[in-house]
């Protein structure tokens, strides 16, 4: 079992051990767009996404970096007594720019005192080599993640929700980072169209094989405004209900090595955005579900890992 009060391993506990005491994730909006959105390789985005759903902050972007990681650090010390930060470039991808333009702003986040980490969300098509250089860099001087949108392993899903990179692209991406002495963190999504659950469990089975440290793992969340909302009111998508995606997450959470991090077990958005599921917004709730499912099991990660 991964701890032995935990029938999974934690985020919380793996900071508490890494770093001897709480850190907090300042989530900074750098104002970068993405390749599926700005004609690099599509347009439209994932049929999911509303950029402005990533954060309660809704759209920082005339709020200066500097600022975000100030207040950010400030609100948590206040609230909280903390004083280490990982600063996370969270909204769109945080590799899509020049590489200079990339250097700056790396470079300032880590120019605040307290600063542990760097936390960089991007997807598997914008990691060039100078990209890649950098990051190996970066690497070199700070602990450093590197989130990667994968969200499915089949090419056919991945096609149905326009997201413009394939499982190879993710594959290369990961065999490039994983060369370096970084975490690296996968985005999967449970309840996409047109996946049933043995295609979900295969996208488990494959990510666990992988180099991979951590999983942020949610559940398709339909938001107002998106292709998907379109599609939910036509009958082409039917949400999970809370107790199909706590067994999901219990299978997923069975399949991973017991030294993978779960990252994340769900997601929320804005409440007046959000459609379809309702209980996301509940995230405590969700996770507590996750954990009564296990315990019901009498199960834990890695219990059935598949070698």
Sequence with gaps: ???PVERYRTFSSYLRGRYGGRVWKVPVDAGLTCPNRDGTVGRGGCIYCRMESFSRMQSRLDIDVAVQIE??????HERQGI?????YFQTSSNTHAP????RALYERALSFPGVVGLDIATRPDVLGEEVIALIAEMSKRTDLW?????QSSHDQTLRAINRGHTYADYAAAIASLSALPLRICTHLILGLPGEDKAMMLATADAVAASPVHEIKLH?????EGTVLADWHQAGRVRELTLAEYAALAADFIERMPAEMVMQRLTAEAPEA???APRWALAKHQVRRAIEEELIRRDSWQGKHRRL
């Design 146 to 150: 590197i989130e990667l949108g994968l």
């Design 273 to 275: 955005m959000l459609i």
């Design 219 to 223: 559940p398709l969340l339909i938001l």
């Design 83 to 87: 004083d280490k930060f990982i600063i």
């Design 71 to 76: 207040e950010g650090m400030r609100s948590a």
């Design 1 to 3: 079992m991964a701890d």
């Design 99 to 102: 590489v200079e333009h990339l």
